[in-house]
């Protein structure tokens, strides 16, 4: 039982690192980007082939860097041209993407399973409650409270957490007041896309890698981030904990329905607060 | 403000109905221009698509919101008819049922949903989906998972022979028809006092709700009516394939859906059919000269969004205005 509530606290907690870079992006640009899966697939596959000629640890910070300077690109030739249009438009731009970088990912590293292997450092097992579990995985759900408290910290005493903060209230006037937004959105998105970078290698070494690895975890963490409230950032994450946990108990309970729980709960969450558990701007 | 999904104007769509019957009338005579049964084949499929694209049009049109989500009511009712076919339902009314039951759970859906506008609409719609193709995918002892399942048609439907739906010339007549029919009828709702209140209610729904109209059942019900026309389209499938597998529930067909009515041209009520017609045609050139197919769609997406919001159909409208001064279609 416990060792069934420590896996779903990893799903939710890969969850988590994956919502909270669309909260981010979505505070600040008001829109969702539809290919931050990709952004999680493509960290996966950096931090493997980085992995293969040096270590794990090495191939993270590459992920991670490679994903941010990504997210910069995304930032200045996407949102920021489409800053003005029907926030459709970058909806409909980033599905396009999507396609791309699935379709390059599968061009390079082709079509079947890659595997990443945990670092050696974590490749042990402790006892928990007379159960043994994997040492890695609570390094995961580790590295998923240290970015719930580093994100909160920045958040609420940086001043580009401020602006951040300020911006998600309301844009116009935090730009009035002389932040310049495009940059704190070139930062914010750079963020975002990096922790998709974290998340996605992390996440390698618990499933197999392949180009639609990105699309479950995307409907999840958007389910995540439609409960919590969209733009919410305790919202996303409590919801990334409810929803960790439900989909890992549907998993090792009710296989076959295991993809109808998140989706029940969506449904309930939003027939009883149509803003979401937050109850923010939706 | 939405440029994509923009106002129509009233007075281009006189003589709608007229243009309509011609091209009805025209694609009626195609089988017997065509001689080629792979070529005749491909025209089925695309009209079979192209209904696809005009339910998911229909909803950008009048509720201004995207779905990534409308494959599971052309999935789910090609499954209705298997599935209840291998219940033992007479195949009509499997066939009847395979329309109805999607379209009313799109309607309970739809009164949660739609409350929930904007890109939060789009990210729900994708969940949707992915639900449903993971539950007939998992659940093996209902639809045999990936295999999927062949549909066991009687000899006989509605008094036609079941070949009629399942070769290509035949079905071509019955899939185009059908594809007229939605337009027609699309269009004739658009127009109706029901159409202009949606439409007002995706201009402001606010003050819409202001003068004294409810906003969340109309565009629940806008959402059924797309569904359905969704729904119309796994069927024709369904009929003319005699198999369902759960790629028909996935996402990526809702996402091809939607690219076909943003090529298309969404504002208008035929743009999203065009689109599917144009998409089905370059998938196929396409899928002979390269297996980077996905990157081709996503580009294609990319740029229509970006360079003509308006689709190849506002394209085409705006050549025959220039070309007729002042009226075309």
């Known amino acids: 039982m416990l060792i069934n509530i420590l896996n779903g606290l990893v799903y939710g907690g890969l969850l988590y690192i994956l919502a909270v870079g669309l909260v981010l ?5 008001r829109v969702v980007n539809f290919a931050h899966g990709s952004l999680f697939m493509v960290g996966g596959y950096v931090a493997f082939a980085v992995a293969a000629v040096s270590n794990f640890w090495l191939a993270l910070v590459a992920a991670i860097v490679v994903l941010a300077v990504l997210g910069v690109i995304l930032d200045r030739f996407v949102f920021r041209p489409l800053q003005h249009e029907d926030p459709i438009a970058t909806v409909l731009v980033t599905f396009g993407l999507l396609l791309v970088l699935e379709d390059v990912v599968k061009t390079i590293w082709g079509k079947d399973f890659l595997s990443l292997a945990a670092p050696p450092l974590l490749a042990g097992t402790v006892s928990i409650a007379g159960e043994t579990f994997p040492v890695y995985r609570l390094m995961v759900i580790a590295v998923a409270v240290l970015v719930a408290l580093g994100l909160s910290l920045w958040l609420r005493f940086s001043r580009i957490g401020l602006y951040v903060r300020a911006s998600s209230v309301d844009p116009v006037t935090t730009g009035m007041q002389g932040v310049d937004t495009d940059r704190v959105s070139a930062a914010v998105v750079a963020i975002g896309a990096g922790l998709a970078g974290l998340s996605g290698t992390i996440a390698a070494p618990l499933m197999a890698l392949s180009p639609s690895m990105g699309s479950f975890i995307l409907i999840d963490s958007f389910i995540v981030v439609v409960v919590g409230g969209l733009g919410s950032f305790t919202g996303a994450f409590i919801a990334a904990l409810v929803i960790g946990q439900v989909h890992n108990f549907g998993i090792v309970y009710i296989p076959w329905a295991a993809s109808m729980i998140p989706f029940l709960l969506m449904v309930a969450v939003l027939i009883w607060r149509p803003t979401g558990l937050a109850g923010g701007r939706a | 403000m939405t440029d994509i999904a923009a106002a129509p ?12 019957a011609v091209l009805g009338a025209a694609g009626c005579a195609l089988p017997f221009l065509v001689q080629s049964p792979l070529l005749l084949t491909l025209m089925t499929q695309a009209t079979i698509n192209a209904v696809l694209a005009t339910g998911v049009g229909f909803l950008l049109r009048q509720n201004g919101t995207v779905s990534f989500g409308h494959a599971a009511f052309f999935g789910l ?9 291998k219940f033992g339902l007479p195949a009509e009314l499997a066939i009847v049922l395979a329309v109805v039951l999607p379209t009313l759970l799109a309607l309970l859906l739809g009164v949660v949903i739609v409350r929930i506008t904007g890109v939060a ?3 729900l719609t994708l969940a949707v989906a992915q639900a ?5 995918l998992k659940w093996r002892e209902l639809a045999n998972g990936d295999d999927g399942m062949a549909i066991a048609f009687p000899a006989k439907v509605f008094g ?15 899939c185009w028809l059908a594809l007229v029919g939605v337009i027609l009828g699309l269009w004739l709702l658009a127009r109706s006092r029901f159409g202009t209140l949606t439409l007002a209610i995706r201009e402001n729904e606010e003050r819409a709700r ?14 059924a009516i797309s569904a359905a026309v969704c729904a119309l389209g796994g069927l024709l499938f369904a009929l003319y394939n005699g198999f369902v597998s759960p790629g028909t529930l996935h996402w990526s067909l809702s996402g091809e859906a939607l690219i076909m009515a943003i090529i298309g041209g969404p504002r208008l009520i035929w743009g999203p059919a065009l689109g599917g017609v144009i998409f ?8 002979d000269f390269t297996d980077h197919w996905p990157a081709v769609i996503g580009i294609t997406l990319i740029l229509v969004t970006v360079l003509l919001p308006r689709g190849v159909g506002g394209l085409l409208v705006w050549l025959g205005r220039r070309a007729g001064g002042g009226r075309g279609e």
């Open chain 1, 25 to 29: 992006i979505f505070g600040l640009r």
């Open chain 2, 210 to 223: 202001y003068i004294g109209y409810r906003t969340v059942l109309p565009r629940a019900i806008i959402y």
């Open chain 2, 160 to 174: 036609l022979d079941i070949a009629i739906f399942q070769q290509p010339a035949s079905m071509f007549l019955v």
């Open chain 2, 280 to 287: 089905f045609f370059i998938k196929n050139a396409a899928g």
């Open chain 2, 77 to 85: 009712a090609a499954y209705a008819t298997a599935l209840l076919i």
């Open chain 2, 132 to 136: 449903f193709h993971e539950l007939f």
């Open chain 2, 121 to 123: 609409f789009s990210m």
């Open chain 2, 9 to 20: 104007s009233r007075s281009r769509n006189v003589g709608f109905p007229a243009v309509l």
